[in-house]
């Protein structure tokens, strides 16, 4: 966890905060955890993140955690969709926009819990029930559990208000 740092690379000059357990470090220096906190700081994108935590993290890929909170993100970046192991993922308190935002986490086989509250987003339409039908797996969002009565309402709203692809057919020349 760091401080008030306006980007991603802040981070490279900064020591982390001390929590209830020690940071374990690899003899290369590096830390050895799952976890990220970059929550309460001024960040306004990810540029560099993935260079940045390759330097601090002795297994960058095995990142479970990351939380973003209380930044100023208006997007969200694709960086975070390489993070294949990531199961919890905090975005709440930003400043995202576009719900559509959402469609990009979806390639993230082990995301569980998930929050967004807090965000202009929430104000959309639809909001729990377009994040619940893109991202079926997870389990929590908004600290929320997730019921099999918000899957069946969410499943509803997709039928109701999104549209099958159209499969285009060629037709060859005879």
Not at 38 to 51: A, E, G, Q
Request: aromatic share 6%; glycine share 4%; hydrophobic share 35%.
């Amino acid at each position: 966890m760091v401080e008030f740092q306006a980007s991603v690379t802040d981070l490279l000059s900064e020591e982390p905060r001390t929590g209830l357990r020690p940071v374990r470090h690899a003899k290369s220096g590096k830390s050895i955890t799952q976890s990220l906190w970059l929550n309460n700081n001024v960040l306004t994108d990810l540029r560099d993140f993935n260079h940045t935590v390759s330097q601090l993290l002795e297994h960058p890929e095995n990142l479970a955690w990351i939380d973003l909170s209380f930044n100023d993100l208006t997007s969200i970046d694709p960086v975070l969709t390489t993070f294949f192991n990531l199961s919890v993922l905090y975005l709440h308190g930003n400043s995202i926009h576009r719900l559509g935002e959402v469609n990009k986490l979806a390639v993230l086989p082990r995301l569980r819990s998930l929050t967004l509250h807090g965000n202009p987003i929430e104000e959309e339409k639809g909001y729990r029930q377009h994040v619940l039908c893109t991202l079926p797996r997870i389990t929590t969002f908004d600290f929320s559990g997730v019921t099999k009565a918000d899957r069946t309402t969410a499943e509803v709203w997709r039928r109701m208000n999104i549209k099958p692809k159209k499969v285009r057919i060629k037709h060859s020349a005879l």
